[in-house]
């Protein structure tokens, strides 16, 4: 008989985690927060850098303003539309404005 040694606080993350998603997957966040971007910034002497991931986002589909010290990131990524006769199993990734 092998021993396993348990470690309660791990599967507490890991149920807190699975009820997240849960909660994530059947509400329209999106829509309702908006997609949220992962940023990089930083600043040299010449200027404030920020770079952006934006998976699924065209450059048509994208405008960068800056008014009165707010820096405003609008876009949209659209769903990928499936072949003909394809079923989708699975759909995470975020589609919206």
Sequence with gaps: MTLVKWHPVSE?????NLLQ???DEH???TSRKGIQLALDIYETEEALVLTASLPGA???DLSVEFEDNLLTVRGE???TELPEGAKSLLDER????
Excluded at 12 to 16: A, E, N, P, Q, S
Excluded at 94 to 97: H, V
């Design 94 to 97: 975020g589609q919206g404005s």
């Design 12 to 16: 507490m993350m890991g149920l807190g």
């Design 58 to 60: 065209q450059r048509e």
């Design 21 to 23: 998603r849960s909660f």
């Design 77 to 79: 990524v659209r769903k």
């Design 27 to 29: 509400s329209n966040s």
